[in-house]
């Protein structure tokens, strides 16, 4: 007989309502490649919101910029089908991400209100992260 071995742990309703803290990716997209190169205000203001998460201990990961570059990015499709990047594909790019703990995603929602992205066109997709056992 083999024994199952859960790959996901789903949290009850009453784990979530307990406070515990849960993890959101915010993933940057830009529309035009034209807003990936920030100016030095930009970065600043940047390295401010990134820095007022960490002082509230929300920050898990820094994360890291993902090239919008033709030549930087190729895509893996079924049966070994390699294509440039995913330029092609969709209207928007992802240009980085970070990780943030709250208690909802709401709260998280509220973090990523205050990025900088957003004077250059940009949006932040806010996605809660299901931890592995």
Do not use: C
């Amino acid at each position: 007989m083999l024994n199952h071995v859960p790959i996901f742990r789903f949290q009850s309703s009453s784990e979530q309502k307990k406070g515990k803290m849960k993890e959101f990716a915010l993933i940057f997209r830009l529309k035009d490649v034209a807003g990936f190169k920030p100016s030095p205000e930009q970065m600043q203001q940047r390295m401010n919101w990134l820095g007022s998460i960490a002082a509230q201990n929300k920050l898990v990961d820094k994360g890291n910029t993902l090239l919008p570059f033709p030549g930087s990015a190729k895509t893996v499709r079924q049966d070994n089908v390699v294509t440039d990047g995913p330029y092609t594909e969709i209207k928007e790019f992802i240009t980085g991400y970070i990780v943030v703990k709250t208690e909802s995603i709401e709260e998280a929602i509220e973090i990523a209100k205050g990025n900088p992205i957003f004077s250059v066109g940009g949006n932040i997709e806010v996605r809660e992260i299901l931890k592995r056992d």
